[in-house]
């Protein structure tokens, strides 16, 4: 069955980095640019998780992601380079469309804002399993109650996908047509998808009830298969990272005086 | 009033969520598979909403987005975990409120998740992509408004309105007709007044 996770697995410095190093280097990337305010900040960001990328072998997995964000990014150069309020000084033109120096700047912060959270977020996704990332968080005082909700979604998700598979078979070969124009699409989607929901919130009740069997509402503390504690580099690359954060900050307060 | 926000804390609520983010991801996926230009990933978040409560509805929702954004790098979601929240607790709101028994009931609450939605949507939209919302069409709306000179609060304010109103009518008259059609034996496990009887 295939899974909806990114996770790459290999062995490498970053796979073996507990989980909540990742998480805070996603809020110190996203967060410095905010703080220092100037664009050459998002471009260390940027370089810093590129390094991490290229460290972590997983460049590969990256481009797809990038790829998919330029749609965005180029609409939002597209409507703010034409159409910003504040546009007043001509760049340069392309025919009838001309765009402006204030929209393109104000398009270029954020489209860089977006590629910085992306990169953040693909660093710690494609290199974190996410039963170790719910095992992580338990073990941190999280309810396991909802350890178990994260955890069983990627279990559902592909069995829904199984099923949603055989019941788009069953209603093609009893002849309903899933292809043509936007009203015949419309009308395919009820009768496709009301049986894969029914079907799994049915099974829900027997889920429920198995659970229940094997003390699912239990008060009792669990224990873990194994332990996971913030190792020596963890702790290095945590403080390296706080040096950046307290950096910007200082940045910010110079600039200013 | 009191029965407004009571949830149950039990083994088959915990079992809902997980069931409801599936069928969100599988709503996205027949949306993207049959080239509808709605969303519609908010299906499985309004019927935990109905079944479950505002509490559990919200929850689905935020887990949703937390879940998709922390494992399939999809930042872009994860910005939109508050949205989510608070349409499974609007629907949740109404459906307790007892919206959810007729058809136009189910109208009104997706008028109510509809403009829950657009009003926690806009700032973000405006924080983190400056007015835009990545659709086709609400971009296009967003980009006549800033031509002809609305103020850039009001644009996105349009362009969340063109997409997320009739992407909410359709989700919630599709879970209407699936709820409609849920077995007793499943929906009585999230009744509120329910009692142990003992037969003797």
């Known amino acids: 069955m295939k899974s909806i996770s990114l996770y790459v697995d290999q062995d490498t410095f970053l796979t073996r980095l507990h989980s909540f190093s990742k998480l805070y280097y996603i809020v110190v990337a996203i967060i410095i640019p905010l703080i220092g305010g100037s664009l050459g900040l998002y471009g260390l960001c940027l370089g810093l998780s590129f390094c991490l990328i290229i460290a972590g072998r997983i460049v590969k997995r990256v481009l797809p992601l990038i790829a998919f964000s330029f749609t965005i990014i180029l609409t939002v150069f597209l409507i703010h380079g034409l159409f910003n309020q504040e546009n007043e000084q001509i760049l340069f033109s392309l025919g009838p469309l001309i765009f402006y120096q204030e929209g393109l700047l104000y398009a270029t912060k954020i489209g860089l804002n977006i590629l910085n959270m992306l990169l953040a977020f693909a660093v710690f996704v494609l290199t974190t399993r996410p039963a170790v990332l719910v095992d992580d968080l338990e073990q941190a005082g999280f309810s396991p109650r909802f350890g178990y909700m994260i955890s069983s979604v990627f279990q559902i998700i592909p069995q829904m996908m199984g099923t949603m598979n055989t019941i788009m078979d069953a209603q093609r070969s009893r002849g309903l047509e899933t292809e043509g124009n936007l009203l015949v699409r419309t009308r395919a989607f009820i009768p496709l998808i009301s049986p894969v929901v029914n079907s799994s919130l049915i099974n829900t009740r027997e889920r429920a009830i198995a659970l229940e069997v094997r003390g699912f509402d239990s008060k009792q503390k669990k224990t873990f298969l194994q332990d996971h504690k913030l190792q020596r580099e963890d702790k290095l690359f945590m403080a390296f990272m706080t040096i950046l954060l307290i950096g910007s900050v200082i940045w910010r307060i110079t600039t200013w005086l | ?200």
């Open chain 2, 1 to 200: 009033m009191k029965q407004l926000f009571k949830t149950k804390w039990n083994a088959a609520c915990f079992v809902l969520i997980p069931a409801c983010i599936g069928i969100n991801y599988l709503g996205k996926l027949f949306a993207s598979v049959l080239k509808l230009p709605l969303w519609l990933d908010s299906i499985g978040t309004c019927i935990g909403g109905i079944l479950g409560g505002p509490i559990i509805g919200g929850i689905c929702g935020a887990a949703n987005n937390l879940i998709f954004g922390f494992t399939t790098g999809d930042s872009i979601t994860l910005v939109y975990a508050l949205t989510s929240l608070g349409i499974g607790a609007a629907v949740g709101i109404m459906a307790r409120l007892g919206h959810m028994k007729t058809l136009s009931g189910a109208l009104l609450t997706a008028c109510v998740a509809g403009f829950t939605a657009v009003v926690i949507s806009t700032p973000l939209n405006l924080i983190f992509w400056g007015g835009t919302t990545g659709n086709i069409w609400g971009d296009a709306v967003f980009a006549w408004s800033q031509a002809s000179g609305l103020p850039v609060i009001l644009g996105s304010f349009l362009d969340e309105v063109v997409v997320d109103i009739p992407d909410k009518f359709i989700t919630l008259l599709i879970v209407f007709t699936i709820v409609k059609g849920l077995p007793r034996k499943l929906t009585s496990l999230y009744e509120l007044d329910d009692e142990v009887v003992s037969l003797d």
